[in-house]
């Protein structure tokens, strides 16, 4: 179980880094995620979410690196079942192999994140760490798309079974600057 002081506490985190953050004058990245998960844990479980399944912010602490929170939401409902509903909070770093923002831009992403589950009036959380390999493709002066394939794992806790899951993943991303 999960205490609401907890997700709000960890929500306010989330928004008050990207202010600090941008307060440094680089450009910031915005983006929207869409994706494909294939999760194993005994069973396989795939997920195709479109058009995006996150947002995600980027702060660039330097040329070649960034900070990355992300926020995702999903809502199930099934007739004479109760409704589930997930937030997902992400934090990444990106390492950019390129400092040119005008050219391909390949990166590696190692992320933590938590997910917070509610149904039938209970709630849990799971931890998760993972990493993916992508590249960022100019499309246009400050416009991109990105492109990213990478592994996940939730670890097992009172409420959850550790499931891991390949992750393949198309975004769009606006860059201030």
Same mark, same amino acid.
């Given at each position: 179980?999960?205490?609401?002081?907890?997700?709000?506490?960890?929500?306010?985190?989330?928004?008050?880094?990207?202010?600090?953050? /941008?307060?440094?004058?680089?450009?910031?990245?915005?983006?929207?995620?869409?994706?494909?998960?294939?999760?194993?844990?005994?069973?396989?479980?795939?997920?195709?979410?479109?058009?995006?399944?996150?947002?995600?912010?980027?702060?660039?602490?330097?040329?070649?690196?960034?900070?990355?929170? /992300?926020?995702?939401?999903?809502?199930?409902?099934? $007739?004479?079942?109760?409704?589930? $509903?997930?937030?997902?909070?992400?934090? /990444?770093?990106?390492?950019?192999?390129?400092?040119?923002?005008?050219?391909?831009?390949?990166?590696?992403?190692?992320? $933590?994140?938590?997910?917070?589950?509610?149904?039938?009036?209970?709630?849990?959380?799971?931890?998760?760490?993972?990493?993916g390999f992508g590249v960022r493709l100019p499309v246009a002066n400050q416009l991109a798309v990105r492109l990213e394939g990478g592994f996940?794992?939730?670890?097992?806790?009172?409420?959850?079974?550790?499931?891991?899951?390949?992750? /393949?993943?198309?975004?769009?991303?606006?860059?201030?600057?």
């Open positions: 179980m999960v205490s609401r002081a907890r997700v709000h506490v960890l929500v306010g985190a989330v928004l008050l880094a990207p202010t600090l953050l /941008a307060a440094q004058g680089r450009p910031v990245e915005l983006g929207f995620d869409g994706g494909l998960s294939i999760s194993f844990n005994g069973s396989t479980t795939t997920s195709f979410t479109v058009p995006f399944q996150s947002f995600r912010a980027g702060f660039f602490t330097s040329d070649n690196v960034s900070l990355e929170p /992300a926020l995702s939401l999903n809502y199930w409902k099934t $007739a004479d079942r109760d409704a589930i $509903a997930t937030i997902g909070l992400e934090f /990444a770093a990106l390492v950019h192999f390129s400092p040119d923002r005008s050219r391909s831009q390949p990166y590696f992403r190692p992320l $933590a994140g938590l997910s917070f589950v509610t149904a039938g009036g209970e709630s849990a959380s799971q931890f998760r760490v993972g990493g996940q794992h939730s670890f097992e806790n009172d409420d959850f079974a550790g499931v891991s899951a390949l992750t /393949a993943s198309v975004g769009l991303s606006f860059l201030t600057r």
